[in-house]
């Protein structure tokens, strides 16, 4: 697992870990019982305090991407595939409805961005 934190985002460093985290269990690089850092060797890993891993962990715990045994480490959540796809969905949703948000500050119709969507498909399987 890689993760990188930029010093020039504006979001915080924990969100940019969880995200990045977040992103690598749900796209299958982290698979099933796979085990995960500590959250000290994490912390030690990206030089950031252990406070901010302990919250990232809590944060995907809450998910129910990880799994925390005390003692033995945190592992990725055997979670059924069904519960996965779920979550990968409702993260969709959520960017299509910033697109739909950005499209009518545009002054864009929802024809207009259902073409350009099209548009975009279309280069995608060339």
Aim: hydrophobic share 40%; charged share 30%.
């Amino acid at each position: 697992m890689r993760i990188l934190i930029s010093n020039a985002s504006s979001d915080p460093i924990y969100i940019q870990i969880l995200t990045q985290i977040r992103q690598s269990i749900l796209s299958g690089e982290l698979a099933a019982g796979e085990t995960l850092p500590s959250i000290r060797q994490l912390a030690k890993d990206l030089q950031v305090s252990v406070i901010t891993t302990k919250r990232v962990y809590e944060e995907l715990e809450k998910e129910k991407l990880i799994d925390s045994v005390v003692g033995k480490g945190s592992f990725v959540s055997g979670a059924n595939q069904d519960f996965i796809r779920e979550q990968r969905l409702k993260r969709m949703e959520e960017k299509m409805l910033d697109i739909l948000r950005e499209s009518k500050e545009l002054g864009m119709s929802a024809q207009e961005v259902i073409k350009h969507f099209t548009l975009l498909v279309e280069e995608e399987h060339t």
